[in-house]
T-cell receptor, first 115, second 115 residues
Framework: GAGVSQSPRYKVAKRGQDVALRCDPI?????LFWYQQALGQGPEFLTY??????LDKSGLPSDRFFAERPEGSVSTLKIQRTQQEDSAVYLC???WGSGSNQPQHFGDGTRLSIL | GENVEQHPSTLSVQEGDSAVIKCTYS??????FPWYKQELGKRPQLIID?????GEKKDQRIAVTLNKTAKHFSLHITETQPEDSAVYFC??????????????FGKGTLLTVNP
């Protein structure tokens, strides 16, 4: 596609439920990133993939957060046993090459609300 | 890790005036500085970026300057138009510890251009 695509755009879940958020990066982009954006704040780094390898997961808030990119294209961010503090917009970005000092192109995000 | 401070948090200008947003960063090894524009409910959109080997970059009404010694960089928008109204984020990638892909964002500046 022409840009980074994320689904769903909105997700409402009850506390304790598991959720899965999908990211389809720009075709051919090697690097993929997940960010969390709280209301009124800038995005915060969660994790980074180069192809199918997860090279950095230092930003994941807890072991309830898990991300994968098994075939080096589409990625899924999974949150288990959701809590209210997980409510945020989850943004995916992709970049060509290693992503080092290269433009990152963002999707529209998934707005997650935990009740 | 990298820390990015952004000022002001809100900025209101009259149409046709210039707008300046300033950011400082903490990691002297940082070498890539993008600026993003985010309209309400939409994706962060890359509007301009600068690398550490360049002091200034211009693209039509938008320019960015970088002062590596002082560790600050600024966004300049001239001849502002109402459609420039949005939240603007600065960001920096650091090049320390092998982590040169991770973007650290400022908290954002809400720019309002009054007709």
């Amino acid at each position: 596609g022409a840009g980074v695509s994320q689904s769903p755009r909105y997700k409402v879940a009850k506390r304790g439920q598991d959720v899965a958020l999908r990211c389809d990066p720009i075709s051919g982009h090697v690097s993929l990133f997940w960010y969390q954006q709280a209301l009124g704040q800038g995005p915060e780094f969660l994790t980074y993939f180069q192809n199918e390898a997860q090279l950095d997961k230092s930003g994941l808030p807890s072991d309830r957060f898990f991300a994968e990119r098994p075939e080096g294209s589409v990625s899924t961010l999974k949150i288990q046993r959701t809590q209210q503090e997980d409510s945020a917009v989850y943004l995916c970005a992709s970049s060509w090459g290693s992503g080092s000092n290269q433009p990152q192109h963002f999707g529209d995000g998934t707005r997650l609300s935990i009740l | 890790g990298e820390n990015v401070e952004q000022h002001p948090s809100t900025l209101s200008v009259q149409e046709g005036d210039s707008a300046v947003i300033k950011c400082t960063y903490s990691d002297s090894a940082s070498n890539y500085f993008p600026w993003y524009k985010q309209e309400l409910g939409k994706r962060p959109q890359l509007i301009i970026d600068i690398r550490s080997n360049v002091g200034e970059k211009k693209d039509q009404r938008i320019a960015v300057t970088l002062n590596k010694t002082a560790k600050h960089f600024s966004l300049h928008i001239t001849e502002t138009q109402p459609e420039d109204s949005a939240v603007y984020f600065c960001a920096a990638t650091s090049n320390s510890g092998g982590s040169n892909y991770k973007l650290t964002f400022g908290k954002g500046t809400l720019l309002t251009v009054n007709p």
